[in-house]
């Protein structure tokens, strides 16, 4: 290949790369929505398997995924900065959740 046809190949790339990858995100962004009857239980149990930010009563922000929820206890897997520890985090401690939506 010449070099005009390797440059004109690279820029068409570089042009289809822009327009997908915000289009990536945009397809990707759910709407997040709450119940009169929601609570930290249904929310983290209706969010398994995803990765959020729990902020607790001491102040201390833990981020990993939701394994399991249980009436007393929610379990977080791969906290970060702790990749290979869980966690579990009375619910009772927590007073918000951070998900991320975009």
Do not use: C
């Amino acid at each position: 290949m010449k070099y005009t046809h390797k440059l004109t190949l690279l820029r068409s790339v570089l042009l289809v790369s822009a327009i997908a990858m915000p289009l990536q995100y945009a397809v990707s962004a759910e709407a997040l929505s709450m119940s009169e009857t929601e609570t930290v239980t249904t929310l983290l149990v209706t969010r398994k398997g995803t990765a959020v930010t729990l902020k607790l009563s001491s102040g201390q922000e833990i981020s990993g995924k939701v394994k399991a929820v249980n009436k007393n206890l929610v379990h977080i897997a791969n906290i970060s900065g702790k990749e290979y520890f869980d966690g579990f985090i009375p619910l009772s401690k927590i007073e918000a959740v951070e998900i991320r939506n975009r």
